[in-house]
């Protein structure tokens, strides 16, 4: 008993002994010396102040000077116990909410007031920096302007701090509710020069901070007049915004880079030298500025902002791209022998974002020798690289003029497939939107997809599924089959709205493999949010009533379910528009036997609206009687003011002309494919087209009597179109000389018109030979959420 009692007592000595000098010493320290550093410093032990604990001394370790990354900000300073206390007390006082309106000026004065001399101190503080916010966000514009002067030399440690960068971006936004008040309008820019001159000093340690970034944004926003609710859109842009906007084809002016001018510069001066100072400092350190991924904020949004201004932009993606040793030159800005240095900006994520933003914004010059300088002859390998292919992308949908989009497609066209097997389809329908934004190349850009879709020895009737699941049929190109529950792709689904822009003339196998596809399938693609987009993209082209139709009817019996989906519920919208009135009655048959399911869903009060669902369940015989009235008053107004659904110009040559005898297909005298014969198309056989000037020539004496009507009758005058009217189709000669359609015309022929005469043109109420109205109104929109 006595051995056993004297090896417990050993053991328990050898347990203190390492407990004070052994493996965990560290657990030992007092708790003054708990959560310090060796400098009495609050915070995490460091491993060498463990080490040294333990040792007596630190191990040797290497220290690098990384420039690269921002200084350290300063320690904070501790506020006074009376102070804190203070503000505690004015924090309970704004808290509850028993202070009147007149008061609160006036407290805000008094605690700004009190806050002189310690605004560094109180807004790095944690806690007292949320009351500093709230005071910030309820004073007056004289107590916010002392304040900012106040803090102005501290203002780049405030703006990099974690907690004060808060406090900054509330006062820039304070400033910003003042800034369309005249009257204030020298006071505010006082104070923005005050500060833009401090900040310049340490640009660049401001610009590299990750809260310093967002701050110095918010000030060069607030500088150049940004409005407040669109201060958002000038941050960081997500990058799906930014692949929404190149595959877009509809009408924009890409000389101005795509990002508009549509703000007043309210402090233009003090933009301008913030601009100035900021890149005459930053550009000895612009190597590891255009990498660093904060800095690169900074740098894209002076773009972005100076957009409209092409003399400073050229200066700034000179210095940008060529560093500060290069000069201006009237000629060759950009030469080959900076094309290893552009390049090289492609490896990196920042940098290769920030030469997307100089492609989108530059000139027009600027852009012909970026094109052709620098990128020409090296697309593909750009196209195929992670981070250069968003470049590749900028640049196709940046194109200025057809010939460039022309000298892109020759060198990316026979690449096409290439493209998708590596999985940079974005770069293919950045091409595709670009071709049909300048009306130029779209056959051969249709062909060049149609082949990369497809194998070699498979015929092409499943192109349209391929395109849709784009991301499986890359894995599985030769064992690919229709997965069941599987998400379409956003790319595949984006590039079939593209081409379904496009003339039908070059897209009938596209047309072909849609129609042709099976019921289950169309079905299954109406359900996707992707695939239903593609369907409502078919049913808005110029394609034949009769095809369309022959769409719709493949999703009988599957309404109700389509319209109990938020998505696909715009879908059955578009299909009832397209129908006709037996179609129509069928949609609303399945509705009405879920209407009360429909109704309990956000977007069911609607979509039962729209098709006026209540009217077709309480009177079946008139609800087709007005549905009958709408769409002849359609018509009708389409053929005075628009062009009539369903006709488009078209071309005799088929598709597959030049497809080196690929896939071809017999057509009839209309143009047409055998495979529709049972479907007419609207033909315009002696209308021609110039595809690559995007100009159509017409033939006035050959024009059928519908086609004279139409838009290029549209042309000529109104008086004269009025005077004529009599002999015009679509005007009854009922004898009645206050026809309505007559007073169409006459509003028409009007330069001017007031508020009412718009809305009487919308809400034109169309007599029809019993004397029934036909009210033409302006259909409820609702708008779907991208």
């Not at 040797?60 to 203070?86: I, N």
Request: proline share 3%; net charge positive; glycine share 6%.
């Amino acid at each position: 008993m006595v051995e056993e009692k004297e090896k417990k007592k050993k053991g328990k000595e050898k347990r203190h002994e390492k407990g004070q000098f052994g493996k965990h010493k560290e657990r030992n320290l007092s708790y003054k010396e708990k959560g310090r550093d060796k400098d009495g410093n609050k915070g995490k032990l460091s491993r060498d102040s463990v080490k040294e604990a333990k040792f007596g001394h630190s191990k040797p370790t290497l220290t690098y000077a990384d420039s690269s990354k921002p200084p350290p900000s300063a320690p904070r300073k501790r506020v006074d116990p009376e102070t804190a206390k203070y503000f505690s007390e004015i924090t309970n006082l704004l808290e509850s909410n028993t202070v009147e309106l007149d008061d609160i000026s006036a407290i805000c004065g008094n605690a700004l007031e009190e806050a002189r001399g310690k605004e560094l101190e109180l807004t790095t503080d944690p806690i007292i920096s949320r009351t500093i916010q709230k005071l910030l966000e309820s004073c007056d514009l004289d107590q916010l302007c002392g304040f900012l002067r106040g803090c102005a030399e501290s203002f780049p440690i405030i703006a990099t701090d974690g907690v004060g960068s808060h406090v900054a971006e509330t006062a820039i936004k304070a400033l910003a509710k003042h800034m369309y008040d005249e009257s204030s309008i020298s006071y505010i820019e006082d104070t923005l020069s005050l500060i833009c001159k401090i900040v310049a000093k340490d640009s660049v340690s401001v610009m590299q901070s990750r809260y310093g970034s967002h701050v110095l944004r918010s000030l060069l926003c607030l500088c150049k007049g940004v409005p407040l609710d669109r201060l958002d859109e000038f941050h960081v842009t997500k990058r799906s915004d930014v692949l929404a906007t190149r595959v877009s084809s509809g009408p924009n002016k890409p000389d101005e880079g795509k990002i508009r001018n549509e703000f007043e510069n309210r402090f233009e001066s003090v933009f301008k030298f913030l601009v100035r100072e900021l890149v005459d400092r930053a550009k000895y350190d612009m190597a590891k500025l255009r990498v660093d991924q904060f800095s690169s904020f900074v740098l894209q949004m002076v773009l972005r902002l100076s957009v409209g201004n092409n003399e400073e932009l050229l200066y700034l993606i000179k210095i940008l791209l060529c560093g500060p040793d290069q000069t201006l030159g009237e000629e060759n800005i950009i030469g080959s022998e900076q094309k290893d240095d552009i390049m090289a900006l492609l490896e990196d994520t920042a940098s290769s974002h920030l030469l997307e933003v100089i492609i989108e914004v530059a000139p027009e010059n600027l852009y012909h020798e970026l094109l052709t300088e620098i990128f020409m002859g090296s697309l593909f390998v750009i196209s195929s690289h992670y981070c250069g292919n968003y470049v590749a992308q900028a640049l196709i949908s940046s194109a200025r003029n057809s010939n460039q989009v022309t000298q892109i497609l020759d060198e990316l066209g026979e690449k096409v497939k290439d493209l998708i097997k590596f999985g940079k389809s974005g770069v293919v329908a950045s091409l595709l939107a670009a071709c049909q934004r300048l009306e130029t190349n779209r056959r051969e850009c249709c062909q060049a997809l149609a082949e990369a879709v497809t194998g070699d020895t498979e015929s092409n009737n499943n192109m349209i599924e391929h395109i849709l699941y784009l991301d499986s049929f890359i894995l599985e190109m030769s064992t690919w089959k229709w997965p069941s529950g599987e998400k379409m792709s956003v790319l595949g689904c984006l590039m079939l709205q593209t081409i379904f822009k496009y003339p039908k003339q070059y897209i009938r196998l596209f047309i072909e493999n849609l129609v042709s596809m099976e019921d289950e399938h169309v079905f299954q693609t109406a359900k996707d949010s992707g695939g239903a987009r593609v369907i409502e993209a078919f049913l808005s082209s110029h394609i034949g009533a009769k095809i369309k139709l022959k769409l719709i009817a493949k999703l009988k019996g599957h309404f109700g379910d389509l319209a109990m989906n938020a998505s696909s519920s715009f879908t059955v919208e578009k299909c009832f528009t397209e129908s006709n009135i037996s179609l129509k009655e069928a949609i609303c048959g399945e509705l009405l036997d879920i209407r009360l399911d429909i109704s309990k869903a956000r977007h069911g009060f609607h979509l039962l609206r729209k098709l006026d669902i209540d009217g077709y369940a309480r009177q079946p015989e008139q609800w087709r009687v007005r549905q009958k009235s709408k769409e002849t008053a359609y018509r009708e107004f389409q053929a005075v003011f628009g062009e009539p659904r369903g006709e488009e110009i078209k071309i005799n040559a088929s598709y597959n002309e030049n497809h080196n005898g690929k896939q071809k297909h017999d057509y009839n005298a209309d143009g047409e494919s055998k495979k529709f014969n049972h479907v007419e198309m609207p033909s315009d056989k002696k209308q021609k087209t110039n595809e690559k000037d995007g100009n159509h020539s017409y033939d006035s004496s050959k024009m059928s009597k519908k086609q004279k009507v139409g838009k290029p009758l549209l042309q000529k005058s109104a008086n004269k179109f009025i005077s004529n009217s009599t002999n015009t189709p679509f005007v009854r000669q009922s004898g009645k000389k206050d026809s309505a359609v007559s007073e169409l015309a006459q509003l028409a022929s009007k330069s001017d018109l007031t508020a009412g005469e718009v809305r009487s043109l919308f809400n034109a109420s169309l007599k029809n030979e019993k004397g029934q109205s036909k009210n033409f109104k302006v259909p409820f929109v609702r708008k779907r959420k991208r």
